[in-house]
Every structure is written in structure tokens, then in C-alpha cells.
């Protein structure tokens, strides 16, 4: 309802929205648009995000969850352990089969020291050092006398025990080195010697006879083994000559024993015959050093003649004068003994040393003053150190025995007990 031109009363109809303005041009109507103002950040908060942002956030929040759910959805089912039933034959059995014991991975994992894994070959000082060079694998123990190529076969009893030590763990004791099975030398030489076998055979045999009285410590064998080896003209076997490597070991082997004047010989031996060898630096600087060596024990031994010359000469005239005034000369022979017994135990010439001390041991044994005594457990100890020098083990052993039940707080007081104690055990004499 609407009031008239003379009424007061107020418009019932609500007022209509205000037209934009509109302009005529050319017989066509445009509508002209207002400036609307800016919202304020106030009046933008308060209308709320836009729909398509929100969509946009959903979006992005499902595609970094689908993977995830992907993934669970198709895990594996898991196997659940179910007891063994009657229908299913031998389960009884497998449930009661033993487990199989853990090899420990890495040197760390038993919580001990690594072992060593390979023996030390003997050589002097200021040598070059042997060339790493692999072991032969173990022999197989039957062999056929016509075939050149033999088939593949399976591994022996020998084999099979070496290769059940890797199920236990290691220890890293040096006894660990040494294969626990018999080494049955004289069957490898059997075969090396007979010529029905084939050539790369006795090849295997002769690597493994050297490498068996290396890591047993046994040098007198390994000596004679691998003079003869050096001789023969066998083929090469997994890459190695024993010829060559037995001429090697020959030398070492010679060292350790004593035998320091013939290495020199095996070693021109060996570069005339394998000049190209890449032991040959090794050979050359090992027969030089030995040379050198042999040479210093020679100038020793004449230094320690003449010193023990001179000595003699001087007890003599002593003894003399003694003699002549009527005077005992127990003395000076006391000192010449205990001289020739302390003068090559200090050069380290074993094999003087171990027979001046013996002869001043059964002449002056066991002393009366404490000088004498002092000097009596020097003479045991220097004995004793003789000894085990010349590798005679057994008698030194026995020579410690007696030492300890004659005087053994004397004994104490020396290292005769720790040289003894540092051979091997089963060592070669």
C-alpha cells in the first residue's frame, strides 16, 4: 500500500534496489559499473576460505595418504606357525631337527680379536717381505691315473672338516691355524713321487706339502721337502710353480735352522732359474741380507777367538806367579771358565755358547760363595737360551727341569722359563 500525494501514512512495499546507472548510445543501453571498495583483511577473514581451496587442500592431503594406504592394503599376509599335524608326514621329525648354529659376520661379531689368516714365514731382518700368495686348495684323495682332465669331484673327509670349523666361532687363538685333521705326508709324498700320476696331481701334492710344514712349524722337513720340489719340473697348479715357491721356502726353511751359509747358494740357484719370478726381488734381498750376515758371524767368531786368546794368556801368566809364590790358583781357572761361557752367550753364538757353559756347569757347579752362585744361574739361563736357539727343545726342557730342582728361587729370578715357554707346541726340532 502506498500513501497519496496528501497522506502521511508510510509505503508498505519495500523499496527497490537502486539501478546502476545506464546511458543511451547509439540507440543501445550500457549499464556503468561503480567502484566497489576493496574488503579490508578484517572483512576477508570474516567471509571464510574460498570452496576451491579447500578443495585444493583435500587434493593434496588424499594423494600423500593413498601410498600408505596403498601399502598396507597390499602387504603380505602373514604366516602364522601352526602345529604339525597328524596328517602331514615327517612334521615330527622337522620339528625336532637341531638348529643350525650363527657364523658370526666380521671380526667383531663374537666380541674377540680377528685370527690370523696366514702363518708368519720365517726371515731375517732388513729383508723384503714374501709375497702374499693363496694356499693350494686341499688335495683330492682319489685320482685318475688316465684321465688328463679328471672329473669334478666331491670333497674328501679332509675337506669336510676344515670346511665344518667355519660353523664354529673363532677365537683368534694361533692354535686355530693349524688344520685339526692328520696331515698324511706320507701318502702326499707317495704321490708325488709315483710318475703314473698326472702332472697337475703332483703339482697339488707338492703345493701342499710345502704349505702343510710351513703352518706346522716344521722347517727341518719343509727344508728336505722343498730341495727335492725345487728340483722337479712340475706344471703350474691354481696359478702358483711349486718349483718356485719351494725354492723360496727352501731358503727360509735353511734361515730358521741355522743354516745361514747356504742360502746365499739357494738363492743364485733359484734367480738363475726363475730370473723372471715375482719372488725374485725377494729372493735377491733375502740372499744378500744373509750374505751380510753370515759375514758379520764370521768377523764374531774371530773377534771372540782372539779376545778369548788374549784372556788365556793373561789367566796364564797369573797362574804363574801364583804358582810361583806357593798361592792356590783355583781362581783363575774359575775365571776363565766363566768367561768362555759368558763371551758367546752375550754375541748370541749358540752353538759356542751352549758348550763353554755345559763345561763350566759340570766343573763349577753349584758355587760356594754368592759370586759363584750368581754366576752358576747365568751359566743355566745362557744354556738354556742356547738351546732353544739350535731348536734342540727337548733338551732344553730337560735342562729347565733340572735348573728348577737345583735352584729355584734362582730359576725365578731368570728367563729361562719364558724362553722355554715361547715353543711352539709340536715344533720341529
Not at 600408505?68 to 602373514?78: I, K, N, S
Not at 648354529?101 to 723384503?128: K, V
Not at 798361592?327 to 781357572?333: I, K, N
Not at 771358565?337 to 752367550?345: I, K, L, V, Y
Request: charged content about 25%; some cysteine.
Amino acid at each position: 500500500m502506498t500513501t497519496g500525494s496528501l497522506g502521511s501514512e508510510p509505503d508498505d512495499d519495500p523499496p527497490a534496489p537502486p539501478t546502476p546507472p545506464s546511458r543511451v548510445r547509439g540507440g543501445t543501453l550500457y549499464v556503468e559499473e561503480e567502484d566497489v571498495p576493496e574488503p579490508s583483511p578484517g572483512h576477508r577473514a570474516a567471509r571464510g576460505l574460498r570452496p576451491s581451496t579447500v578443495l585444493t587442500a583435500l587434493l593434496v592431503a588424499a594423494g600423500l595418504a593413498l601410498p600408505g594406504v596403498g601399502a598396507f592394503l597390499l602387504r603380505p599376509e602373514p604366516v602364522t606357525p601352526t602345529a604339525p599335524g597328524p596328517s602331514s608326514p615327517g612334521a615330527t621329525e622337522a620339528s625336532q631337527a637341531p638348529r643350525a648354529p650363527s657364523i658370526p659376520q666380521g671380526p667383531g661379531a663374537t666380541g674377540e680379536s680377528p685370527a690370523p689368516l696366514a702363518a708368519a714365514t720365517p726371515g731375517s731382518s732388513g729383508t723384503t717381505s714374501r709375497p702374499p700368495a693363496p694356499l693350494a686348495p686341499a688335495r683330492p684323495h682319489s685320482v685318475s691315473a688316465t684321465s688328463a682332465s679328471p672329473a669334478p669331484r666331491a670333497a674328501t673327509s679332509t675337506q669336510r672338516q676344515d670346511l665344518a670349523r667355519l660353523d664354529t666361532p673363532r677365537t683368534g687363538h694361533a692354535s686355530e691355524l693349524v688344520p685339526t685333521h692328520d696331515f698324511q705326508e706320507a701318502e702326499l709324498r707317495a704321490l708325488l713321487d709315483d710318475p703314473h700320476q698326472p702332472a697337475e696331481e703332483r703339482s697339488a701334492v707338492a703345493l701342499e706339502l710345502i704349505d702343510g710344514y710351513l703352518i706346522r712349524s716344521r722347517p727341518r722337513s719343509l727344508a728336505r721337502e722343498a730341495e727335492r720340489i725345487f728340483r722337479m719340473d712340475l706344471p703350474r697348479y691354481l696359478g702358483r710353480l711349486p718349483a718356485e715357491q719351494a725354492g723360496w721356502q727352501w731358503m727360509n726353511a735353511l734361515g730358521t735352522l741355522g743354516h745361514h751359509a747356504k742360502v746365499p747358494e739357494v738363492g743364485e740357484a733359484f734367480l738363475r732359474r726363475f730370473p723372471d719370478s715375482p719372488l725374485a726381488p725377494a729372493v735377491d734381498s733375502l740372499a744378500r741380507s744373509t750374505a751380510m750376515r753370515v759375514a758379520s758371524e764370521q768377523r764374531e767368531r774371530r773377534e771372540l777367538e782372539d779376545s778369548l786368546r788374549e784372556l788365556d794368556e793373561k789367566l796364564a801368566k797369573e797362574r804363574a806367579r801364583l804358582e810361583s809364590r806357593g798361592e792356590p790358583t783355583t781362581r783363575v781357572s774359575w775365571e776363565l771358565a766363566r768367561e768362555r761361557c759368558d763371551r758367546p752367550a752375550h754375541e748370541r753364538l749358540h752353538d759356542v755358547s751352549v758348550v763353554m757353559c755345559r763345561s763350566f756347569l759340570d766343573a763349577w757347579a753349584p758355587g760356594e760363595t754368592r759370586e759363584e752362585r750368581l754366576a752358576v744361574r747365568k751359566a743355566r739361563e745362557a744354556e738354556i737360551i742356547a738351546l732353544v736357539g739350535l731348536r734342540r727343545y727337548t733338551e732344553a726342557r730337560e735342562r729347565l727341569a733340572a735348573f728348577r730342582a737345583a735352584d729355584p728361587e734362582g730359576e725365578r729370578q731368570t728367563i729361562a722359563s719364558a724362553i722355554v715357554a715361547t715353543i711352539p707346541s709340536g715344533a720341529e726340532e
